[in-house]
């Protein structure tokens, strides 16, 4: 299925109603005024402060090349105009984070080739040392030392992996992964896995491969990225069959991603009870909006405090016992 098929699919079958339709007038105005914006709404919620499971950092010329990609509309972000907004440099994209008030975050980095990984892991536990705030991010792929690799990963205390299945272009269920995955499911690292057919399909994305993985390593501690878009209500699926499968929330019901892959209205049910397993992520500094706008998406959704408080800060500070 192409991506004008998904958009014709889901914007006929599951179209939004207003609440799933946030302003995405949140000016950012300046970078100091957008962090007080952001400090208001989790102080607000008598948190102290954000857990996002889903930000990027990467050695720079490879960040540099993503944006590039995103700048020359690839086919893998569904050919759509996508201005990345926090265009700078690490330590200022790090050091704004910190004025935001997130406590913790991610550098979720990924190979789009075999032979990438362990050089991209070295690369993370440097960044997570250097770096306060950082949990210990690592990533795999299919490849004959990919088993020794992820134990080294998990000797040095990584927190999180991070798998893309889409730029990958690889099934989950490889069978060169069985080995890692069992790892790291005894290991309990949660892996954030692009697993959701968007902004465009891969060979191997969608349910289907992660449903035969999780069959396999039910006990994995799988989040998956973007609420699983296009296929949320597959993925939430899966959530409800397994309890260690959490689901975060990037890009999730802005007005960007409403736009050409809205959220099904039907669903919202499942997503208010699903508040315990359900974590924020952001894609910083990747997104073609203001951070503000993702946790005004969520808020607007109409859950209340509570949840917001869970999904935005409790439930990722227990998974990573901050």
Known sequence: MDVKEHRT??????????RCVPDSSDGAGTPGAEAAEVRRFWGRL???????VHTHFMPERVLHKVWEYFDGQGPLTGGLEWPITYRETEAQRTALLR???????????????PGMARWLNGWAADFARRTPGCLHTATLHPE?????????????GVRVFKAHVQVGAYDPADARLEQAWGVLAEAGIPVVMHCGSGPAPGRYTGPEPVSRLLARHPELPLIVAHMGMPEYEEFLDLAERYDRVRLDTTMAFTDFTEGFMPFPRRALPRVAALGDRILLGSDFPNTPYPYLHQLHALERLGFGDEWLRAVCHDNAAGLFGL
Do not use: I, Q
């Open 99 to 113: 004025e935001f008030g997130v406590r913790a975050f991610t550098s979720m980095l990924y190979p789009h080739k």
């Open 144 to 156: 004959p030392d990919v088993d020794a690799y992820v134990r080294e990963a998990v000797e040095a």
């Open 46 to 52: 008598g948190l102290p402060g954000l857990v996002d």
């Open 9 to 18: 699919t889901y914007a006929d079958s599951a179209a939004p109603d207003a």
